[in-house]
T-cell receptor, first 113, second 113 residues
Framework: AQTVTQSQPEMSVQEAETVTLSCTYD???????LFWYKQPPSRQMILVIR??????QNATENRFSVNFQKAAKSFSLKISDSQLGDAAMYFC??????????FGPGTSLSVIP | DAGVIQSPRHEVTEMGQEVTLRCKPI?????LFWYRQTMMRGLELLIY????????DSGMPEDRFSAKMPNASFSTLKIQPSEPRDSAVYFC???????????FGSGTRLTVV
């Protein structure tokens, strides 16, 4: 069975600082994809970043980057230069050979001005 | 592109009534997913379609729930009869590529009283 765990229900960060959100997952497959989604108070789910398991290079999207540790089954999200608009729920997600995506329980991020 | 369009945005209904949620996926996307989000259970996949055909409905909670996709541009999720425990946010998402993430709609907040 595939599982996704996010051990930090809530996090906070000072504006302009850096924060890292943790995610661990479990799958027996070797080919899979990992995602981070953001859900602001508007409740819209927004894809932040995507990582292919076969790629060793960590994905980056502007201020967002990941630390993908395949052996440890860890996939953390780093947000640099945090902005007030980054305040949201963040969901880690796993997609294996099946077409459905499994989501973690989420981490609520607050940004302190 | 207008994105994934869901209607209604909010729905309040009385227990026992029939509820129909609607979704228009992004044109050209051949995968469509229905998710339910609650505080207790997080994001749960209910059912997904590929080329209008239901592929996996193992997440549908019970026979009161049904979903259809009569054509590539429209899908419905129906609850009959509705119960208070069905209160949740229901998301529709679509995808054009098995390896990419989903594009979500804005969700329908359902309240059953």
């Amino acid at each position: 069975a595939q599982t996704v765990t996010q051990s930090q229900p809530e996090m906070s960060v000072q504006e302009a600082e850096t924060v890292t959100l943790s995610c661990t997952y479990d799958t027996s497959e070797s080919d899979y994809y990992l995602f981070w989604y953001k859900q602001p108070p508007s409740r819209q789910m927004i894809l932040v970043i995507r990582q292919e398991a076969y790629k060793q290079q960590n994905a980056t999207e502007n201020r967002f980057s990941v630390n993908f540790q395949k052996a440890a089954k860890s996939f953390s999200l780093k947000i640099s230069d945090s902005q007030l608009g980054d305040a949201a729920m963040y969901f880690c997600a796993l997609k294996t050979s099946y077409d459905k995506v499994i989501f973690g329980p989420g981490t609520s991020l607050s940004v302190i001005p | 592109d207008a994105g994934v369009i869901q209607s209604p945005r909010h729905e309040v209904t009385e227990m026992g009534q029939e509820v129909t949620l609607r979704c228009k996926p992004i044109s050209g996307h051949d995968y469509l997913f229905w998710y339910r989000q609650t505080m207790m259970r997080g994001l749960e996949l209910l059912i997904y379609f590929n080329n209008n055909v239901p592929i996996d409905d193992s997440g549908m909670p019970e026979d009161r729930f049904s979903a259809k996709m009569p054509n590539a541009s429209f899908s419905t999720l129906k609850i009959q009869p509705s119960e208070p425990r069905d209160s949740a946010v229901y998301f529709c998402a679509s995808s054009s590529d098995r390896v990419k993430g989903y594009t979500f709609g804005s969700g329908t907040r359902l309240t059953v009283v």
